[in-house]
């Protein structure tokens, strides 16, 4: 077997063995291995690789089906509460094709539980796994055909591998750092879940892969990682807030804040309706973008500097409307607290400026470093005042309490890196420019 063969072999080989894990692990995400894929494997291996994901992917799927059916025993199939939680929604039938089929396109309900249920229900195997098929392959193949339609191989070669895999570590280190703060908070109370502590890392992974194909920085200059960290923060907690409040549904009986959106209090259990309010934000953030687009093409209807401060708070004013939204009605309307982010975000927008002239990434990347400031202070120098919406819940076993200090160097290496990052920035003297 020549060089050439052997990494042939090493395509179908990795592919097989990583989404075969993926099917097992829910946290590791099968589709943006295929998207991957899609871009870097030569154009006549992408339908064998693609065949090859699909039954990788199902035969792990049929192993979780085994472990409902008592026959092989796996990690995750112990989390009761969340299995029962697919089989309320499932019934006691004789099974659903069309259910499992839904559920491998659409991940509603989630296809590993799915999987677990229809195994301890005693579904029949080969309906199960024809559907199940039948869907990833629909699911799997729209992900591979996306680039065909995007010409992302294209676009990818034209960023470069190398900016993307900065992009790709900013992004890591800006949902590391959110997840430890959120799990430093959150665990005394709820324990510690991998799952949680990961999912903000692939999302600003995403992200921040998102903004560079999108305004492709030169992420060899330490200012544009700056940028980047700061736009992927705020996007990150955009998206996760919006998420946890319009999509997901939970046990309100944890929490003293509604953690979905409510209206005077009362949590909004439509989920459709509360879909819709996420669409009400998006569009509204939209028409905001809009406007502070406009009046970059028009400075001589503000002076540039006034437009700076004003859309620097203009981040923070945004953030501190939805927090008192969500929280007033419960810890009660503080003015103080309510101007804390306007005028951190309006402090960071005069840094932020050195990095780039668009007003609106100034107004995103401040509100990013803005939340990550104010995160940082009351995690860590704040730390006998918990958040209000667990103060009815008993603290986990002192040990586990403890336990979460472990994450502590891994927050200051990132805000350490971050400020090396200044530093580096001050001596290079690069910034993008507006429109470039």
Request: hydrophobic share 55%; charged share 15%; net charge positive.
């Amino acid at each position: 077997m020549d060089s050439t063969d052997f990494v042939q072999h090493g395509w179908y080989v990795g592919t097989f063995v990583y989404c075969l894990i993926a099917g097992l692990l829910p946290f590791l995400s099968t589709e943006a291995f295929l998207l991957w894929l899609a871009v870097a494997a030569a154009p006549d291996d992408v339908l064998p690789l693609f065949v090859t994901a699909c039954v990788a992917h199902m035969l792990a799927k049929s192993l979780v089906f085994a472990a409902g059916r008592g026959v092989v025993r796996l990690p995750r199939a112990r989390d009761h509460a969340a299995l029962e939680a697919v089989q309320r929604r499932m019934g006691a039938g004789g099974g659903s094709v069309t259910l499992v089929f839904a559920s491998a396109v659409t991940g509603l309900p989630p296809f590993y539980w799915l999987s677990l249920a229809a195994g301890a229900l005693r579904w029949r195997f080969v309906p199960f796994f024809l559907a199940g098929l039948a869907g990833r392959v629909v699911r799997f193949g729209a992900v591979m055909l996306l680039p065909q339609g995007l010409d992302l191989r294209a676009l990818v070669l034209a960023v470069g591998p190398w900016n993307l895999a900065l992009a790709a570590l900013t992004g890591l280190l800006a949902g590391a750092h959110a997840s430890t703060w959120g799990m430093y908070k959150d665990s005394p109370y709820e324990g510690f879940a991998l799952k949680k502590y990961v999912r903000s890392m692939g999302l600003g992974v995403g992200l921040a892969l998102g903004w560079e194909l999108l305004l492709r920085l030169d992420l060899d200059q330490a200012s544009m990682r700056l940028l980047l960290f700061g736009l992927t923060y705020a996007a990150e907690r955009a998206v996760a807030e919006l998420y946890k409040a319009c999509c997901r549904d939970v046990d309100h009986s944890k929490y003293t804040i509604p953690m979905q959106h409510a209206v005077g209090g009362r949590v909004v259990e439509s989920r459709a309706l509360r879909v819709a309010a996420a669409g009400v934000w998006v569009a509204v953030l939209v028409l905001i973008a809009s406007g502070v687009h406009a009046l970059q093409l028009r400075p001589e209807r503000l002076e540039p500097g006034i437009a700076v401060l004003l859309l620097g708070a203009l981040g923070g004013l945004i953030s501190a409307v939805g927090g008192a939204l969500k929280n007033a009605r419960t810890e009660g309307f503080d003015p103080l607290k309510f101007l804390r982010s306007p005028a951190l975000s309006l402090l960071w927008s005069l840094a932020v400026v050195d990095l780039t002239t668009d007003y609106l990434l100034i107004a995103s990347s401040s509100l990013g470093f803005t939340i990550a400031t104010i995160e940082t202070y009351k995690t860590f120098f704040a730390p006998h005042h918990p958040s209000d919406k667990w103060s009815r819940r008993e603290l986990q076993p002192p040990h586990l309490v403890a336990w979460r200090r472990r994450f502590t160097p891994v927050f200051l290496a990132i805000w350490i890196v971050l400020v090396g990052h200044v530093a580096w920035a001050w001596t290079q003297s690069f910034r993008l420019t507006a429109g470039v």
